[in-house]
């Protein structure tokens, strides 16, 4: 019997969440100021929404996917990435429609599956904060969507991410380019990893984006696809790259990066962070503006990235960023017997209702227990409850950084929690 949590999981304790839930702050205000809506789809889609579009001859769809026959023998396969899913509710909700803003700007927060060899940073259940903008073929998207994905790193205090440029250009310049890279490795063919070999048959562009050292060292010459962009898709990279420089923000042309997956055009790139001496992709996106058609939607250019909130973490951690740890909490009852056990209920329940986060003991230990209890939730106030507490109606409240201390009613607690924190100098 298996009682662990699957392989390639984690379980996100409270002191993870925190940290969770910062980034997911965080990227919301950022994405907000760009305009950018939530919008959420579900956890599983049906196979070929996923296959066809992210690419057959990728490894994701060969290889990574959890897909399976539901009881009404559907063929479903929990998504692993949020591109095709957010063009599929794109054109099912017809967000194409005139009366829609355009461009149509969606960022989502969530899971993502793949069947991978779990290690630092790679894990079959992995999340992801992805956005994707619909509906403009300016290059000025492609760069705001980048400098958007600059700029949340930035807000969150992290160092040394270097962004790679490279262009895939239209279908015109691909093809081409294509051909150019059958010619190369054809004589090659030999030294190529076994899936590579089937790559070259089937998605030659692939090659260049395996993982394998010898087909590494076979496209370390080979032609560049920028020798191979046509006039418009040339005019669309000069652009992007003219603008990027207007707005400051560094990168490196890097002409082997493909992607892994088969849905883009024209602009591609990745945010690349040194951890440990070594890079770690955390974000990675582009253009893809024949894919709401695919969808059977109308033309619709798109572009978007995707960011792996683990190897963001991981990068956090890893530089010494300083990430919230636990949050204050207002009140501590520390209460004295168990003939006050219902009052302070009462007394904790009337801190709350007034807005502060208060707790209590429900123990009965000993004071001291309870006065570390409180240090360890980092209560900015100790609140003591006995039995003649509860006669006097009359109850010190003390300051638990200075010790300093005030005399109160029950009921000024109970109306006015507020005015004493003032008092306490909070
Ligand atoms: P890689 O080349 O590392 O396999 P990829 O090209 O498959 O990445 P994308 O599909 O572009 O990655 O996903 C975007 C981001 O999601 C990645 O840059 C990474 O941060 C994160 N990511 C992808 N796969 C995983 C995984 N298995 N575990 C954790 N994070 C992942
Ligand atoms: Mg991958």
Redesign the pocket.
């Known amino acids: 019997m298996k009682l662990q949590k699957p392989k390639?999981t984690q379980d996100l304790l409270p002191q993870d969440t925190l940290k969770w839930q910062y980034v997911e702050d965080v990227a919301r205000k950022t994405f907000a100021n760009y305009r950018y809506a939530e919008i959420r789809t579900p956890m599983f889609e049906h196979y070929e929404v996923i296959s066809r579009s992210v690419g057959d001859t990728t490894?994701?769809v060969t290889k990574e996917m959890y897909d399976f026959y539901d009881k009404g023998d559907r063929h479903i396969t929990l998504r692993?990435?949020g591109t095709a899913p957010v063009v599929r509710s794109y054109v099912e909700n017809k967000l194409f429609a005139p009366e829609v803003q355009k461009p149509v700007k969606l960022y989502y927060m969530g899971s993502?599956f793949?069947y991978?060899r779990p290690q630092a940073?790679?894990?079959?259940e992995?999340?992801?904060i992805?956005v994707e903008c619909f509906g403009s073929s300016n290059p000025a998207t492609d760069v705001e969507t980048i400098a958007m994905a600059y700029q949340l790193f930035d807000n969150l205090g992290i160092k040394d991410v270097t962004l790679h440029l490279n262009s895939l250009g239209n279908t015109q310049s691909r093809l081409a380019y294509r051909q150019a890279l059958i010619d190369y490795l054809t004589p090659l063919r030999d030294s190529l990893s076994k899936d590579s070999q089937r790559r070259l048959e089937e998605n030659p562009l692939r090659v260049l984006?395996s993982?394998e050292k010898e087909d590494k060292a076979a496209v370390e010459h080979a032609p560049s696809i920028l020798d191979y962009l046509d006039e418009e898709s040339q005019a669309h990279f000069d652009a992007v790259r003219d603008m990027l420089e207007t707005l400051d923000i560094p990168y490196v042309i890097d002409t082997n990066m493909v992607?892994?997956?088969d849905y883009y055009n024209h602009t591609i790139f990745?945010f690349m962070a040194t951890v440990g001496g070594s890079e770690?992709?955390?974000?990675?996106?582009g253009r893809y503006d024949g894919l709401v058609e695919y969808f059977n939607g109308p033309a619709t250019p798109g572009f978007g990235?995707?960011?792996?909130i683990?190897?963001?973490l991981l990068v956090l951690e890893k530089q010494g960023a300083t990430l919230p740890s636990c949050e204050p909490l207002d009140a501590y009852i520390a209460v004295l017997g168990d003939e006050v056990n219902s009052a302070a209920l009462q007394l904790v329940q009337a801190l709350r209702q007034q807005g502060f986060s208060a707790e209590r003991d429900y123990l009965g230990r000993k004071l001291k227990a309870q006065f570390k209890a409180a240090d360890s939730f980092n209560a900015k106030t100790v609140i003591t409850l006995g039995s003649s507490e509860l006669e006097s109606q009359q109850v010190s409240v003390k300051n638990n950084h200075t010790r300093e201390e005030v005399k109160v009613s029950l009921e000024a607690i109970k109306t006015d929690f507020e005015n004493i924190l003032k008092q306490l100098n909070f």
């Not at 940073?121 to 079959?124: Q, S």
């Not at 990235?305 to 792996?308: E, K, Q």
């Open positions: 390639g490894d994701i692993p990435e993502m793949r991978e940073g790679r894990l079959r992995f999340h992801q992805g984006d993982k992607r892994g997956l990745e770690l992709t955390i974000c990675a996106g990235f995707g960011l792996g683990e190897r963001l």
